[in-house]
């Protein structure tokens, strides 16, 4: 006993350390090319995001400077029209000189929060030119600057002479509070405009400071216009940059962060040293810091060649992916840890060896099964046998057990002893004989069925196809028959009458009869063309309706339905039930495209993550007005959402089955399309076992 037991070990454990070695090494290459795909991967995200963060963040600074280039030219055509006009009378009942002296708006003509306020120093020297300028700065700093107010706080027209007319509603009495000892040309957003700071005369940017009055951050947009050689003046405009901040400091990738810098070192945003940046009114310089990794990253920004986005930092071990904000150029950079990769490659690695180790235990206890069946079980019965025979006991009993149909050494010695056992032995070989032709004719049996069950199945296969074709055919069938007898119909009448008109037999009567007659006609077969286009697009998919970007109103109610019956390929494989609750007059001009994907969306989202494969679940949509907007209710009894998730999953990239195939990007493409392309707003509620709602408002 002590033997065959030791026989069994010694095999079992050989073979486990055979299997773990394997297991080890493959592990190793499992983590090298898991790797090293990431690095390929992480590159290429990075390319991409960074490429249209910056894209992004350039919009408002290269509208300012398009702003600026607008009223550049208008401003030059005034004055260009004024010519040597001295517009004293007009001058004269808009503004007048103040008690301390400076030229500022009459108050009882002025109204800040629509007109610009005008400061003129109390020094300078009134003349037909400054009346030309100031004049025109008052009215385009007005009209412009109204225009313009909702995406920029202020618009601002100053000159070397220390001149302001300023368009900024939320500070109404800037020019009356503003005091004899303002010096407009000392302060950085008049003087980069100037000739010595800005020899190419082109929109330049100051950097980061703080404005008191408006107790937030900001950078000017500054142009000068120049006539004749000569500065006349400089267009402005305020940026606020919290917003800019916020975005760069908190919208990331998970596990990176965001540096804004300019070309000069000053540091515009850095999640580690904001304070810092404030302390220094917006001036902390990399350059003068004592911060080396701050300093590798501006050295290796400056350079990078052009056409490269990402590159290594190798002395900090991580990726840079670098773009620049057009406008003021300034650099965006995303900082990726290599880290992450080296934690999710080692997360992957150690699953695999996790299961390699579960594995090798599985393999371990079926190799002690087989061992046990195969070899140790047949020696026990060879030993029982051999006991029966050397005690003359030849009964069927002796040797019945025996594996008589085994090719090996253990079937070689089963039919020794056959042949020892004579008469026995010749019944067991009749009985073996039958075991196997009833197996075979059960093995053929089987095949049959399952033959017979893949038939079945494709049967069903087609029946469904046949089912889905049969419908489109049928629900298209009607607008395409009026359509052809309506296009039969025409051409029916179009060759009676351009025969009666080749027979001069045409009459006027008959010609307008036909006219009318062409006219419903066409419009009754492009409408049942359309009919069936619109059915044709409903049975695809409804969401190549995003392919039309044109606003229309359309019953929402239907609407859903017909996106419903475009993801019945989707929804046929579950048992979920989907109700549309609401009026069937509600409807809504918008955009139907988005629209549909919102819904679309929704739906997949809870197809794919609410439920498991046998669930059936209950779906249900709620429509409502309130107060000129559209109320939907999205909801479903899934196993609803993680309160620490509940917050991110609108982020982009944020998924909870990646390993799945999901990017992560459905219900960020709903909150953006919500918010922005339908200009309404979307909040989740969510509990664990009992289900998820999203509550969508939109305007009508």
Not at 158 to 182: G, K, M, V
Request: charged fraction near 20%.
């Amino acid at each position: 006993m002590f033997s065959k037991h030791l026989l069994a070990r010694s095999t079992i454990i050989k073979m486990g350390i055979r299997i773990a070695i394997i297991t080890i090494i493959v592990t190793l290459i499992s983590y090298w090319h898991i790797m090293s795909n990431l690095e390929l991967q992480v590159v290429e995200q990075l390319d991409k995001y960074i490429t249209e963060r910056g894209r992004h963040e350039s919009t408002l600074f290269l509208l300012a400077e398009d702003n600026h280039a607008e009223l550049k030219k208008e401003l030059l055509w005034q004055l260009e029209k004024l010519g040597k006009q001295d517009p004293q009378a007009e001058f004269d009942r808009l503004f007048v000189r103040s008690p301390d002296g400076v030229i500022r708006n009459r108050p009882e003509l002025f109204d800040g929060r629509r007109q610009a306020g005008v400061y003129i120093d109390e020094k300078l020297t009134i003349n037909a030119d400054i009346r030309r300028r100031v004049l025109t700065f008052y009215e385009l700093a007005t009209l412009y600057g109204k225009a313009w107010h909702n995406r920029f706080q202020d618009t601002y027209i100053t000159t070397p002479e220390n001149i302001a007319a300023l368009y900024w509603p939320e500070l109404p009495t800037w020019a009356q509070d503003a005091t004899t000892d303002l010096y407009m040309p000392d302060e950085e957003y008049l003087w980069i405009a100037d000739k010595k700071h800005n020899p190419k005369r082109e929109s330049a940017w100051t950097g980061l400071f703080y404005d008191a009055v408006s107790k937030t951050w900001m950078a000017s947009c500054e142009t000068p216009v120049d006539i004749a050689d000569r500065h006349i003046a400089t267009i402005g405009h305020d940026i606020f940059l919290n917003e800019l901040l916020n975005r760069t400091i908190t919208d990331h990738i998970e596990g990176t962060h965001n540096i804004i810098f300019r070309e000069d070192g000053r540091l515009i945003a850095h999640p580690q040293y904001m304070t810092q940046i404030m302390d220094a009114g917006g001036e902390f310089n990399i350059l003068k810091s004592d911060n080396q990794h701050l300093l590798n990253i501006f050295q290796l920004a400056k350079s990078r060649q052009v056409d490269i986005v990402v590159i290594e930092n190798s002395q900090n071990s991580e990726y840079l992916a670098i773009t620049k904000i057009n406008g003021p150029d300034w650099y965006f950079v995303t900082v990726y840890p290599k880290s992450l990769l080296a934690d999710l490659a080692f997360d992957t690695a150690c699953f695999i060896l996790l299961l390699g180790i579960i594995s090798l235990f599985i393999e371990v206890a079926i190799l002690l099964l087989i061992l046990r069946r195969q070899v140790t079980l047949p020696l026990q019965e060879f030993l029982g046998a051999t006991k029966q025979i050397a005690a003359g006991d030849f009964h069927i009993e002796a040797t019945q057990h025996l594996p008589l149909n085994r090719r090996d050494e253990i079937g070689e010695l089963a039919h020794s002893f056959n042949s020892m056992a004579g008469q026995l032995q010749t019944s067991f070989d009749t009985l073996d004989a039958k075991v196997i032709e009833r197996t075979a004719q059960l093995d053929d049996k089987i095949a049959e069925l399952i033959q017979t069950r893949q038939k079945l199945v494709e049967s069903e296969k087609m029946a469904s196809l046949g089912g889905l074709v049969a419908g489109v055919a049928h629900e298209i069938n009607t607008p395409i028959g009026i359509g052809v007898t309506a296009a039969s119909t025409l051409a029916d009448r179009t060759t009676e009458t351009v025969t009666a008109y080749a027979n001069k037999q045409l009459k006027g009567s008959a010609l307008t009869a036909y006219f009318n007659m062409a006219q419903s006609s066409s419009n009754l077969v492009l409408n049942n063309l359309n009919r069936a286009a619109e059915l044709i697009q409903s049975f695809k998919q409804v969401a190549v309706d995003q392919s039309n970007l044109d606003k229309r109103s359309f019953a929402v109610k239907k609407y859903i339905k017909d996106i419903l019956i475009s993801l019945k390929p989707h929804l046929k494989k579950t048992r979920h039930q989907i109700m549309v609750n609401g009026n069937e007059q509600i409807e809504i001009n918008s955009y139907p495209g988005a629209f549909s994907q919102i819904m679309t969306n929704l739906v997949m989202n809870s197809v794919r993550h609410a439920y498991s494969k046998e669930e059936t679940g209950n779906l249900c949509f709620e429509l409502k007005l309130e107060e000129e907007h559209l109320i939907v209710e999205y909801s479903d009894d899934g196993c609803g959402i993680p309160p620490e998730n509940l917050g991110k999953i609108f982020e982009p990239f944020f998924t909870t089955a990646r390993a799945q195939g999901g990017t992560g990007l459905g219900l960020h493409i709903v909150f953006n399309l919500v918010t922005q392309k339908l200009q309404g707003t979307i909040s989740v509620q969510s509990e664990i076992g009992v289900g998820t709602t999203f509550i969508l408002n939109l305007p009508l």
